[in-house]
């Protein structure tokens, strides 16, 4: 016998006090958490404040999540807006705005920017960052990656393999490896080819 799927459904408004460990998370309105959240999967509508650590294998939100400690997944799926202090996965996809305090570590990183960004460090495989607006920018202190292909990024100092430099963006250091490609709308204060 198989056992019945632990499923976790808001509508409307509600609170969880402490820990919330289930198979399934399902919020569509406001839904706040006062503990960690470990689950397979997490899809709101709406939004999901919570306090401690989120685990669980998919995140998709269309609305706000606000994390007061870290975020582990593999695959990620915003529309709308995100608050954490880190997030590791496999492939992050974020359409709107975010502020990570601390690293965003992943092997996909995409990210739409229908709002302003700001983290202190993206590390993966692969890097893209495309803008709507022209006033919405990503703020960086560092972004490395294999592939890196960016706009509207202000970023110190950018590290990879094949980068790609966007229209506004403003980057004060770059080292790369095979190959360097720079708007004429963009600003590059040091560039260099790894030996």
Same mark, same amino acid.
């Given at each position: 016998?198989?056992?019945?799927?632990?499923?976790?459904?808001?509508?409307?408004?509600?609170?969880?006090?402490?820990?919330?460990?289930?198979?399934?998370?399902?919020?569509?309105?406001?839904?706040?958490?006062?503990?960690?959240?470990?689950?397979?999967?997490?899809?709101?509508?709406?939004?999901?404040?919570?306090?401690?650590? *989120?685990?669980?294998?998919?995140?998709?939100?269309?609305?706000?999540?606000?994390?007061?400690?870290?975020?582990?997944?593999?695959?990620?799926?915003?529309?709308?807006?995100?608050?954490?202090?880190?997030?590791?996965?496999?492939?992050?996809?974020?359409?709107?705005?975010?502020?990570?305090?601390?690293?965003?570590?992943?092997?996909?990183?995409?990210?739409?920017?229908?709002?302003?960004?700001? *983290?202190?460090?993206?590390?993966?495989?692969?890097?893209? *960052?495309?803008?709507?607006?022209?006033?919405?920018?990503?703020?960086?202190?560092?972004?490395?990656?294999?592939?890196?292909?960016?706009?509207?990024?202000?970023?110190?100092?950018?590290?990879?393999?094949?980068?790609?430099?966007?229209?506004?963006?403003?980057?004060?250091?770059?080292?790369?490896?095979?190959?360097?490609?720079?708007?004429?709308?963009?600003?590059?204060?040091?560039?260099?080819?790894?030996?």
């Amino acid at each position: 016998m198989s056992e019945e799927k632990r499923i976790v459904r808001v509508s409307g408004m509600s609170k969880s006090s402490g820990n919330l460990e289930c198979d399934e998370v399902k919020v569509e309105g406001m839904f706040r958490v006062s503990g960690d959240i470990k689950a397979s999967d997490l899809t709101c509508e709406g939004m999901v404040r919570i306090a401690g650590d *989120v685990n669980v294998e998919s995140i998709d939100v269309e609305g706000m999540i606000k994390v007061g400690g870290d975020i582990n997944v593999k695959s990620m799926d915003i529309d709308g807006l995100i608050k954490a202090r880190s997030i590791s996965g496999e492939k992050i996809d974020i359409s709107g705005g975010f502020n990570v305090k601390e690293n965003i570590n992943c092997d996909t990183f995409i990210m739409e920017l229908c709002g302003n960004g700001s *983290v202190t460090n993206i590390e993966g495989s692969s890097v893209e *960052v495309t803008t709507r607006r022209k006033r919405h920018h990503l703020k960086a202190n560092t972004i490395s990656a294999d592939e890196i292909n960016i706009e509207n990024v202000k970023c110190h100092t950018i590290s990879g393999d094949k980068v790609k430099i966007g229209v506004g963006c403003k980057v004060d250091n770059i080292t790369y490896i095979t190959s360097l490609d720079i708007d004429p709308n963009a600003t590059v204060k040091k560039s260099q080819k790894a030996v």
